[in-house]
């Protein structure tokens, strides 16, 4: 393998994206046509927001190898952060086309399906993708999640309970226990799991908006017993007079 590949690679796997990216160049000056390394420029465009060229680069790595399932991937995870869901949607399925077998793939058309709110479209794609393979944590947590949306929440406890068990440090794992724990009416365990999410994910908007519905629910319930706690002590003064 080119050796630019493999420190960017590297570089990839520590989250260094914008220090990745000259090696990825570098590569594709000494061979413009390699799929892999248009995929993983545009994967480092994409964790960067510079959505543009990391589809150009997504579309060329496509060119370059059309029967390449990463490809199709890498497009359709952009086109997911672009709001594009129906071009999304085509690219994985795509890839899933190419690689049947492939339970990541499968992830990302339930988080695609998640996004545009298909909770049973989500549930089937990831409970696909569990067939392949019964531990993947993408397709874990998205059956829970789309399990808890759709009101069973019997089921969804016990598939978060199962992620959870085996990826302690998984941050969604711990979101989604947060939202289930939030529809249970229990704001203070809630608050726990999306603090656990957050240490482990700070920048994770799915935990960030349910600290803030946790922190509205926990203090809509004080401000309640303050007000009835109040309207209790009048009644009672009024009572002794």
């Not at 000259?22 to 994409?46: F, G, I, K």
Request: glycine share 4%; with cysteine; proline share 4%.
């Amino acid at each position: 393998m080119n050796v630019h590949i493999q420190r960017a690679q590297l570089l990839i796997e520590q989250d260094r994206y914008a220090l990745a990216e000259p090696e990825l160049r570098l590569a594709l000056a000494d061979d413009a046509d390699n799929s892999l390394a248009h995929t993983l420029l545009a994967s480092c465009l994409r964790h960067q927001e510079r959505f543009d060229e990391a589809t150009e680069e997504a579309r060329l790595a496509i060119a370059s190898d059309p029967l390449e399932a990463s490809g199709h991937c890498e497009l359709a995870l952009i086109m997911q952060d672009r709001n594009c869901l129906p071009e999304a949607r085509a690219a994985i399925q795509e890839a899933l086309r190419l690689e049947p077998w492939e339970a990541g793939y499968f992830g990302v058309l339930a988080a695609i399906e998640a996004h545009a709110n298909q909770w049973k479209a989500c549930l089937s794609a990831a409970e696909q993708g569990l067939e392949q393979d019964p531990d993947d944590p993408t397709c874990s947590n998205l059956r829970s999640m789309a399990l808890m949306s759709m009101g069973q929440r019997e089921l969804a406890a016990e598939a978060a309970a199962a992620v959870l068990q085996r990826t302690p440090n998984d941050a969604l794992a711990h979101a989604n226990e947060g939202w289930r724990q939030l529809h249970l009416r229990e704001p203070e365990k809630a608050l726990i799991s999306f603090q656990e999410s957050l240490r482990l994910n700070p920048d994770s908007g799915y935990a960030q908006s349910g600290m803030i519905e946790a922190m509205k629910t926990r203090y809509a319930i004080y401000r309640w017993l303050f007000a009835f706690l109040l309207w209790s002590s009048r009644f009672s003064k009024n009572a002794q007079l």
